[in-house]
């Protein structure tokens, strides 16, 4: 449970829409080049990255950003599986980038 809003007027967190895959794939490289938090080593070409956000717009996923001085700095996604039996299911990708972390994103 959060003990306040996950989104409020003055949180770095917003819905992603379209625009700014550029910026979300910088992120999720920068994340990726540590090689400690997610499955990758290098974000996928943009091509594939734009692809995976316009699925999860089309599918009602659940997919945030979060921005600092206008520079996303991370993101949230949960994607729901499309079979039936696992609606209540979803899986979780996230990733701060570095300078980041540690600042109650």
Known sequence: LCSRPVMSAS???RVFRTGRTTAVRAALDAVALEGIYISTQRAAPISSVASFIAGNIESA???LVAESAGEIVGWCD???SG???FSHVGTLGMGIIAP???QGI
């Open 11 to 13: 949180s770095p967190a």
């Open 61 to 63: 996923n659940v997919q």
């Open 78 to 80: 949960v994607c729901h």
């Open 83 to 85: 079979s039936a039996v």
């Open 100 to 102: 980041h972390r540690g």
